[in-house]
């Protein structure tokens, strides 16, 4: 799962980015508008954070050309601003949420889960095919009620195949959304997380589909 924080303070951005990435996210950045409307319009995320006030090109204006576009990944706004018509104007510029600086990670982190899941077309907070069971509030996997332990590119690779269950993903598009932009992206080493999660999670969880991609099968 792959998340882009646009944020113009250096320190809150790698405040995000840490505890993003600990919650098992790939994370890209941006400092200035028109770096965020570039990445929004060429890369794939599962999310983004948004701030408002931004250098060169305000998030407002961002988020519009966006939309515009026809960039329909959910935006969770990030802004100082403590006005009600600062945030009637961030969502009726197509945001999906918000929070209000100064605010509690936790909180932004479980925005940003719901606004993840409700893309998806996921209702509860847990995935579960078989025994298989993934947490995002706890970015934990059981099987049949015991734990397994998994690396960070494992957990993404599984996290996105789960939440897309029953669909048929390409191994381009499971690239864009596991990797972080600056990360020497490989499809290949998909292969190799796919094998390891099969081996610990089961042979018949991830379904290759010939010159097609992976599908985890729907319940």
């Known amino acids: 799962m ?41 890369e794939d995320y599962d999310a983004v954070v948004l701030d408002l006030g931004l250098p060169r090109v305000d998030g407002a204006t961002v988020l519009r050309r966006w939309r515009a576009a026809g960039r ?29 600086k100064p605010f509690n990670v936790e909180e932004l982190l479980a925005r940003l889960r719901a606004l993840i899941r409700r893309a998806a077309g996921q209702a509860d907070p847990r995935v579960q095919v078989g025994d298989v069971v993934l947490d995002p509030r706890a970015s934990a996997v059981t099987k049949a009620g015991e734990p397994v332990a ?58 290759t589909v010939r010159g097609l991609g992976y599908r985890v099968p729907p319940a």
Not at 18 to 30: E, I, P, S
Not at 79 to 94: M, Q, Y
Not at 186 to 202: A, I, P
């Open 150 to 207: 998994l690396t960070a590119h494992e957990y993404r690779v599984l996290a996105y195949l789960m939440l897309h269950r029953g669909e048929v993903v390409s191994r381009s598009r499971l690239t864009e959304h596991v990797y972080a932009q600056d990360f020497d992206r490989d499809s290949n080493t998909l292969e190799v997380f796919v094998g390891r999660l099969r081996r610990k999670l089961g042979a018949d969880l991830i379904e």
């Open 2 to 42: 792959r998340v882009l924080v646009v944020e113009d303070e250096p320190r809150l951005t790698l405040q995000l980015e840490r505890a993003l990435q600990a919650a098992g996210y790939a994370v890209d950045t941006a400092y200035d508008g028109e770096r965020a409307e570039i990445l929004g319009e060429t």
């Open 72 to 100: 329909a990944m959910p935006v969770l706004v990030l802004t100082a601003r403590d006005s009600w018509s600062d945030k009637v104007a961030g969502l009726d510029a197509g945001a999906d949420d918000y929070v209000t």
